[in-house]
């Protein structure tokens, strides 16, 4: 499969990254917006991924607690990780981060090891600051290092920032979108202030934020 990414810019190492939830009743919210996500990068990157063989490997998780599930696809095949969910936090306390985002850098609408600088504001947070929230080079809100983010509005929409402002495509965004909970939005750093602040991904679902 041809990448549309230049060769030299895809690391060797890198992989492609799916975590997803699995309930003690075995039920897997959202599995196949994670298969199809995992699909299209591994499409653009030109690695090679078969989603019968991601959902037959899914199936064949066993346990009877909640699981953190993790999908990592490299040029060497497809690995399926699993451990128990910790106690997930009630709220978060959240700040802006440091650094800005590139939106447009080839990276961002992927979820990859290609990470750096989520994985560098992860190591600074400082002491009871759960999450941080990116701008973009615009001074747009962007997402956090491991959520999509939300402002409710008047209406109780829940107002998220596009791709093209630096956000990932995130599962949990897809659906809420879908859904007609949430729709996108140009948002700056003011308007988090504005209404309900939520960060929010598939396995922790929506977290209400502040700062």
């Not at 037959?56 to 497809?78: H, K, P």
């Not at 600074?124 to 973009?136: C, Y």
């Not at 949430?182 to 679902?205: I, P, T, Y």
């Amino acid at each position: 499969m041809e990448s549309t990414l230049r060769g030299d810019l895809i690391p060797e190492d890198l992989e492609v990254i799916e975590t997803f939830g699995r309930l003690a009743t075995g039920e897997m919210p959202r599995l196949e917006r994670h298969v199809g996500r995992m699909c299209l990068t591994a499409r653009k990157l030109g690695f090679d991924f078969s989603a019968p063989k991601a959902r037959e490997m899914a199936a064949e998780i066993t346990g009877n607690v909640d699981l953190r599930c993790r999908f990592s696809l490299t040029r060497n095949g497809l690995k399926l990780t699993t451990a128990p969910v910790g106690e997930m936090a009630r709220s978060w306390k959240v700040a802006i981060a440091a650094e800005t985002l590139d939106e447009k850098s080839p990276w961002r609408g992927m979820k990859t090891s290609e990470r750096q600088i989520y994985d560098k504001a992860r190591a600074s947070l400082l002491a009871g600051v759960d999450e941080v929230i990116f701008l973009n080079s615009r001074g747009h809100v962007a997402e956090g290092t491991i959520t999509n983010v939300f402002v409710e509005d008047d209406a109780g929409i829940l107002l998220t920032p596009a791709v093209s402002a630096g956000a990932l495509p995130g599962i949990l965004r897809a659906e809420l979108l879908a859904e007609g909970k949430a729709k996108v939005a140009r948002l700056r750093a003011e308007d988090l202030h504005q209404g309900r602040l939520f960060c929010g991904n598939s396995l922790r679902g929506l977290i209400p934020a502040g700062f």
